[in-house]
Nanobody, 129 residues
Framework: QVQLVESGGGLVQAGDSLRLSCAAS????????VAWFRQSPGQEREFLAA??????????YYGDSMKGRAAISRDSAKNTVFLHMNSLKPEDTAIYYC????????????????????WGQGTQVTVSP
């Protein structure tokens, strides 16, 4: 079992930056993939970024919606993955979720919601004009 807790969301203004955190606990050792998604009302959950950890190291991957404005990183000692976002826009308003899979997912499948076994409760990000 893996537990994920997101934090760092809030109300910001357009152009601001924000750092979201995803603290993981439980069986997180070994190869794995941690991803960030977001979901707006009436919209499907959208892939933002993923960090694939394997014996060879860690590799970041990004979706198109925030490419160039987001960076994913981790603090291994704290078992926490971060999503750094800048130049935020009102259309970035959504609930942001982190997700975990106990496997190093390939680039062709890591954007899929169904590929992740564990999800956090989400953190709300609201960007005002």
């Amino acid at each position: 079992q893996v537990q994920l807790v997101e934090s760092g969301g809030g109300l910001v203004q357009a152009g601001d930056s924000l750092r979201l955190s995803c603290a993981a606990s439980g069986r997180t050792d070994g190869s794995n993939t941690v991803a960030w998604f977001r979901q707006s009302p009436g919209q499907e959950r959208e892939f933002l970024a993923a960090l694939v950890v394997s014996l060879f190291g860690s590799s970041p991957y990004y979706g198109d919606s925030m490419k160039g404005r987001a960076a994913i990183s981790r603090d291994s000692a704290k078992n926490t993955v971060f999503l750094h976002m800048n130049s935020l826009k009102p259309e970035d308003t959504a609930i942001y979720y982190c997700a975990f899979r106990a496997a190093a997912l390939s680039v062709g499948v890591l954007t899929g919601v169904q590929k992740y076994d564990y999800w956090g409760q989400g953190t709300q990000v609201t960007v005002s004009p």
